[in-house]
């Protein structure tokens, strides 16, 4: 028994796997790029199905593509097949056809045909309820077109099947029903022992029956007396699936209006006002799929085990001739046969597992509103392991999802709960609500997304075409025609909906994480993507974006000097600047530079940073480089960059977490960020001084206040003003008395040692002039000394807002 | 896709708010309509500056007719068809015909059951066996194996050079002593005699080897069989006795051969480089790259050492990876001749005869095999070129050979350190000519390349060149101009090969040929790691205020 997974013990998990059909040798697409592989196709259409919840449809958990196209599908598996199931009484044909009507109207209104109806596909549960299972196979292969083998039993295919090639409509799905019926309501196998030719015959002869089909089925299989012991009622509901020419034939939906399903039609209105209150915080079925994956669960191994994945030796397989043009012959291959079979795997290495967790564990109690009494205490061990492992830690994860879930349900008023949460970690089941949650995204964004026009043809679809197919096409889902077609749909809603901004390429990466997360809810990846543009992008996609970016890279080089003066010097002395290589880092938050997963930890933290923390990304990628930097003339530098070497990016997320920490909010304000609350008091800096890192009087007051040991005064002042008063403890460097041409901080004197073994504190100069402020900031950077920035305003801003820190220094 | 639409047109009407008027839109639609109707509305809405109250009829109004129009585009289709069908326009035995076959070929329901072949079981059975303690057993009795069938092997070739000196010396004497005594005829006689014992020494030692070859594949065969079952059985931590000791005692004779093959190994310095390397964008994708000095024959040349009584290691890593989905390729450039009898196939053979082929067809029957698919191949590309009316193309369709960048490919386990060779068609002028990325024998290394990634062949060894010897006109600008543009379209199908859907190259070995000067050698290798971007090892140091402790 496992309390905590509150579930019904017949719930597993059915694969089922199918090779995809490979393309004919050296084909190219329209565009000129190769075709997409048919397996990735299939792998981007079929995201869509696991977004289907139906009490009567088996849900989808995951599809997985493996080598050589194969595709492995896993979904909810529960209960047995009807084919298993003799004998069924009228009341329960009853029940069992109506509850199949219901998934089957709920499929078609979301516009997919199941195609593939027969008794093995269609799962009875204990409490005698209907699963329709394998409904997304028809819709996944793109009806049957990415694939070379048939969909369907012939038995229960309509005949107009057999005569085109054409994609089917609905009503395909109610002849399929009606024959199974049939079969179960004559008790015995239609056409038994037949074989497929003379059972494709006989489909087809039906055709020019003369009488109703049914009763012509009857006959055939020698039970017109139960036939005829059916009620009328029956009869008719059967005659209604089972009519030759579709135009007759009625649509899942009407057939759901027939008067044999009055009764339930009524009682399922009453129970669906009396259900409305008791939602029970059960796991959902993605949520247990997930960490039984986390708990070794494998569906790869479980197919082999039984022996739907044969694994030949590729040896044997090796084909005798490639001829220039790609043609092969003499290949030693059978594999690609489609095998029907499903492996049920019950979920039991998860429940063993999980099952000393309490019940209670599933309902996190949330505090005052928006504080969650912690369960610090259950993970507190699992939360100082890296994050790596604590993403593949089953219990760890079982806890954060509860955690999550709970919070989720009551965003946007737990928004609080979640930023606290989040600064320790998201788990990748709910990251894409979690993001959503972090850029405080709400309301009715899919109507929003909806009123934007995706479709009419602008002057930027060009670009975009040409842009998306080089966009992270190493993800399955990105490259598959799915992931284009919705990244393009996002990127043009995105210009249309800011008629101020232009495309500008990198857009199209910046897109790339949010899509990736949110595949199957456009509404909300748009949403994310026009929350987080303006707060981490503001106005950088300007048709004219270049004194943003100045700015920006201004920063950027500001930033380096402050936490990093050697490199600084080095890079400057090359003559190395920002512009050659961080314009894409910043332009597309580095989702040009890293892969996906890389990019999922970065921006984790990202989000909970405000606009400057990429700049200290930027310098913790830097500060990786460092050694070969060092060393490195302009030339490699630029070959460094050209195609940047592989990156610790938890060390990345790590390193810029503690600088950000250790930068005052002003050192890396910028005029043209879109939060300006701090901003009021803002001088600009004295024109030829823009180089120099700034800091505020209110950022200096408060280290002043708080931590005061790790603050260094200079004062440039001559000797006799900085005598009449000065901030406590400050050095007095008088800037006459500077040699700036010799780079040695030793030549300041004795009182400047402090300057030279800096290690931890912020080195404020107060002055009176940018001018000299920035040539002496200068001349401390090349001196290595770290954390150098000036008071904005000098001593006079200072005397103005705080003259009761001027006190005479004896 | 080109999939039938009908084209509809949708008509709306609702009264203005000021006029009383009715104001009437007429908007044509595909069907079936792929696009979301809430979208549409919207876009009509904005089109047509519609008043806002009326989205929700106008939203309605399209579902309903969309729907109904879908329903009736199907029904309509559907009905043709059958109406066909029932007028016998349509053939319905063809197309039960059709779908018969359809359901045959590809689904398990329906086709033939196949059962695992003798193939599989037995390369089932060998594969568990090498990862059991019976490897070693194993390994020891394929060598024994091969040291009998190497010995019979040597022993002929001494009968055949002893014959020959023999019959030289004779001819010799019989030249020489034309005038006294032997007349032209009789010398002729002597010849046809000397041609008739040369075939019937042949004939005795042909046979005399493929009958030990025959004899022991079946043994071995067998042995391995039984050995499975054994263990299976008993779960014996050792495995029973190899069958060598039913063989007939040969070793006797061993002593009179040295080792003829090892000579000329040690004449060149072994030169080699290993690096590795990432490539790709974004996502990065590890491979090692390796360049190295040698013969392409070292590959397969099992070394029987000194003391010849145990097997090398590289046997070792190619027995345990023979049924694995890590094989090792090696690319030979070869002529278009696929036959044993000349050429670099020839001395490929006879490696290939040292020892007994256990487990594929023997590299003669491969050959054969593979005669048949040329003939194939010819007619395929008579039949393809056809179609494609390139002048050049069809100039080289009167021939029945197979031309420049075709592969031939064979399999083998009794060699050193490769399970699969591509053989490539290449010509003479390649050893001089100056080539282009878009040359034959480059775009035959990317089908190679892809052959390998469909068929998880994970170690290749590619003849950088594309020649296997060094000669006098390979100048220094020559090799480098070479080597570079391989270097260049092989880091480009690697890249392209992400894509493919196989198994990834995890190693990728370069091979110059021997007797290359190091200057050119130590070109070649710093080449290397400019064309592939060799990945920069982290380093961490504990030095800096912010950095987080080592790891």
Same mark, same amino acid.
């Given at each position: ?13 059915? &694969? ?9 040798? #050296? ?48 979904? $909810? ?117 037949? +074989? ?5 015959? +006989? ?6 029956? #003369?009488?109703?089909?049914? $009763?012509?089925?009857?006959? $055939? ?46 009682? =399922? ?5 009396? +259900? ?30 039984? &022996? ?84 593949? =830690? ?66 930027? =679809? ?16 990105? @490259? ?16 249309? =909906? ?58 950027? @080089? ?131 001084? #823009? ?86 900031? $200068? ?32 | !896709? ?51 109250? %009326? ?96 010995? %019979? ?132 994708? !590890?491979?090692?790259?390796?360049? !190295?000095?040698?013969? %392409? ?127 490539? *068609? ?37 003849? *950088? ?8 006109? !390979? ?77």
């Amino acid at each position: 028994m496992c309390p905590a997974l509150l579930e019904d013990d017949e719930r597993c998990l059915g &694969g089922t796997t199918f090779f995809a059909r490979s393309h004919p040798v #050296e084909l190219c697409g329209s565009n000129g790029l190769p075709l997409t592989p048919n397996s990735i196709t299939i792998y981007g259409r079929s995201q869509f199905l696991k977004t289907i919840e139906h009490s009567n449809l088996s849900t989808y958990l995951d599809i997985i593509r493996s080598k050589h196209e194969r595709i492995v599908v896993v979904a $909810e598996y529960s209960g047995e097949p009807l084919s298993n199931r003799n004998n069924l009484s009228l009341e329960t044909v009853k029940k069992i056809l109506y509850q199949c009507l219901l998934g089957l109207c709920h499929i078609n209104k979301l516009g997919l045909v199941h195609r593939h109806l027969s008794p093995d596909n269609i799962l009875i549960t204990k409490d005698e309820n209907v699963k329709l299972y394998n409904y997304g196979l028809y819709y996944m292969t793109d009806s049957g077109r990415n694939v070379s083998f048939p969909i369907g039993y012939p038995k229960y295919l309509a005949p107009e099947v057999f005569l085109g090639n054409n994609p089917n409509g609905v009503k395909v799905d109610s002849w399929s029903l009606g024959m199974i019926i049939a079969e179960c309501l004559l008790k015995q196998n239609i056409w038994s022992g037949v +074989k497929l030719a003379q059972c494709l015959r +006989k489909v087809l002869s039906l055709i020019n029956s #003369e009488t109703t089909i049914f $009763e012509r089925i009857a006959r $055939e299989n020698n039970c017109l007396k139960t036939y005829e012991a059916l009620p009328e009622v029956v009869k008719d509901f059967i005659d209604s699936c089972l009519q030759i020419y579709p135009s007759k034939r009625k649509t899942p939906e009407e057939l759901l209006q027939h008067t044999l399903f009055e009764e339930f039609l009524k009682k =399922d209105l009453v129970s669906k006002e009396q +259900k409305i209150y008791n939602s029970v915080t059960a796991r959902k079925m993605d949520e247990l799929y997930y960490l039984w994956q986390l708990a070794g669960g494998d569906i790869t191994m479980e197919l082999k085990k039984q &022996g739907l994945i044969r694994s030949r030796p590729p040896i044997l397989s090796v084909p005798n001739l490639v001829v220039l043009l790609g043609q092969i012959f003499g290949r030693r291959d059978m594999a690609g046969l489609l095998d029907l079979r499903v492996v049920k795997v019950p979920l039991d290495t998860l429940r063993q597992r999980l099952c000393h967790i309490p019940f209670t564990a599933n309902y996190p109690r949330l505090m005052n509103g928006t504080h969650i009494q912690a369960q610090d205490n259950l993970t507190r061990a699992a939360s100082q392991l890296p994050l790596i492992i604590r993403e593949r =830690d089953t219990e760890y994860q079982f806890y954060r999802i509860v955690l999550y879930e709970r919070l989720l349900q009551g965003y946007p008023i737990t928004r609080d709960a979640i930023i606290r949460e989040a600064h320790k970690d998201i788990p990748p089941l709910v990251r894409g609500r979690v993001w959503a949650a972090l850029l405080n995204v709400s309301g009715d964004i899919e109507r929003r997304y909806q009123m934007i026009d995706k479709e009419t043809p602008t002057h930027t =679809d060009r670009q975009i075409e040409v842009d998306i197919p080089r966009c992270h096409q190493y993800s399955e889902l990105l @490259s598959s025609g799915a992931g284009h077609q919705r990244l393009q749909r996002l990127l043009k809603a995105w210009v249309r =909906d800011n008629p101020n901004y232009v495309y500008w390429q990198g857009l199209d990466s910046l897109t790339a994480p949010f899509l990736f997360l949110n595949f199957d809810n456009e509404a909300r990846a748009f949403a994310c993507i026009s929350a987080f543009i303006p707060k981490y992008l503001h106005k950088f996609f300007l048709k004219d974006n270049s004194a943003v970016i100045q700015e920006y890279l201004g920063k950027f @080089s500001q930033t380096i000097a402050f936490h990093d003066p050697q490199l600084a010097n080095h890079l400057k002395s090359i003559n190395f600047v920002p512009e050659l290589f961080a314009i894409p880092w910043f332009l597309t938050m580095f989702s040009h530079v890293f892969p996906l997963h890389k990019i999922l930890h970065l921006w984790d933290k990202l989000l909970l940073g405000d606009s400057s923390f990429p700049l200290l990304v930027g310098l913790a990628i830097l500060r990786q480089l460092r050694d070969s930097l060092l060393t490195s003339g302009f030339n490699e530098c630029i070959l460094l960059f050209s195609d940047l070497p592989e990156i610790d990016i938890e060390l990345c997320v790590k390193d810029s977490m503690a600088m950000y920490y250790k930068t005052p909010a002003s050192i890396t304000y910028r005029s043209h960020q879109l939060d300006q609350s701090k901003a009021t008091n803002w001088i600009d800096p004295e024109p030829g001084t #823009e180089k120099m890192p700034r800091i505020s009087i209110k950022d200096f007051m408060n280290l002043l206040q708080n931590s005061k040991q790790n603050v260094i005064v200079v004062d440039l002042r001559n000797n006799i003003q900085f005598e009449r008063g000065a901030v406590l403890g400050s050095i007095n460097i008088p800037f006459t008395s500077v040699q700036l041409s010799h780079t040695d901080i030793m030549s300041l004197g004795p009182h400047a040692e402090p300057l030279a073994n800096n290690r931890d504190s912020i080195v404020v100069i107060i002055g009176q002039h940018d001018q000299n402020n920035a040539l002496f900031t $200068e001349f401390l950077i090349s001196c290595r000394v770290l954390r150098v920035c000036s008071l904005e305003g000098g001593i006079y801003a200072l005397r103005s807002t705080a003259p009761h820190i001027l006190v005479p220094p004896r | !896709m080109g999939e039938e639409r009908i084209e509809r047109v949708f008509k709306f009407k609702f009264p203005t708010c000021t006029t009383g008027q009715d104001y009437e839109l007429e908007i044509p639609l595909k069907i079936p309509h792929d696009g979301c109707i809430k979208e549409l509305t919207h876009r009509l809405i904005s089109a047509f500056k519609l008043p806002c109250y %009326v989205e929700d009829d106008l939203q309605k109004a399209l579902e309903i007719a969309v729907k109904r129009w879908t329903l009736e585009f199907h029904d309509d289709r559907s009905e043709r068809l059958i109406k066909a069908a029932q007028s016998g326009d349509l053939d319905v035995d063809e197309v039960i015909k059709n779908w018969e076959k359809l359901y045959k070929e590809k689904t398990t329901a329906y086709a033939e059951p196949i059962g695992t072949t003798d193939e599989e079981l037995f390369a089932a059975a060998y594969h568990r066996l090498v990862h059991s303690p019976s490897l070693e057993t194993i390994l020891q009795a394929e060598h024994e194996f091969g040291r009998a069938v190497t010995e %019979v092997v040597r022993m002929r070739d001494t009968e055949f050079e002893k014959l020959t000196q023999k019959q030289t010396d004779e001819v010799k004497v019989a030249v020489e002593t034309l005038e006294a005594g032997s007349t032209e005829r009789s010398i002729n006689e002597m010849l046809g005699r000397h041609f008739e014992e040369q075939s019937l020494l042949q004939g005795h030692w042909g046979s005399r080897v493929d009958a030990l070859k025959l004899e022991q594949r079946r043994q071995y065969r067998n042995w391995i069989m039984r050995l499975l079952e054994e263990q299976q059985t008993s779960m014996l931590p050792t495995p029973v006795n190899s069958p060598i000791v039913q063989m007939p005692p040969l070793r006797a004779t061993l002593g009179d051969f040295g080792d003829r093959n090892d000579k000329g190994a040690a004449d060149f310095p072994q030169l080699e480089e290993s690096f590795t390397i990432h490539l790709g964008s974004q996502m990065k994708q !590890m491979h090692n790259i390796r360049i !190295m000095t040698g013969d %392409v024959f070292d590959f397969c040349k099992t070394k029987h050492g000194d003391s010849g009584m145990d097997p090398t290691p590289q046997r070792l890593q190619t027995a345990l990876g023979l049924y694995s989905n890590d094989l090792c390729g090696l690319v030979l450039l070869t002529d278009n001749h696929v036959a044993s009898y000349s050429g670099i196939t020839k001395e490929l053979c006879s490696i290939c005869q040292m020892t007994t082929e256990f487990h594929f067809p023997s590299f003669d029957e491969q050959l054969e095999k593979l005669r048949d698919d040329v003939k194939d191949v010819v007619t395929w590309r008579q039949a393809h070129q056809r179609e494609g009316s390139d002048p050049q193309a069809k100039k080289s369709t009167g021939s029945k050979s197979l031309q420049i960048g075709d592969v031939f490919i064979t399999r083998h386990s009794n060699l050193a350190q490769v399970h699969v060779i591509f053989h490539m *068609v290449v010509q003479d002028s390649l050893r001089s000519g100056e080539i282009n990325s878009r040359h034959p024998a480059i775009l035959g290394l990317r089908n190679i390349l892809k052959t390998a990634c469909s068929n998880d062949v994970t170690t290749l060894t590619i003849p *950088v060149l594309l020649v296997h010897e060094m000669s006098g006109d !390979m100048t220094v600008a020559w090799c480098t101009k070479r080597a570079e543009l391989v270097f260049k379209c092989v880091k480009g199908f690697m890249i392209e090969m992400a894509s493919w859907g196989g198994a990834e190259l995890k190693n990728l070995q370069f091979l110059v040929p021997k007797g290359m000067s190091e200057e050119v050698f130590g070109t070649l290798a710093t080449m290397l790691p400019s064309i592939f971007r060799v990945s920069n090892p982290l380093v961490f140091k504990a030095t800096d205020t912010l950095q987080t402790p080592k790891k």
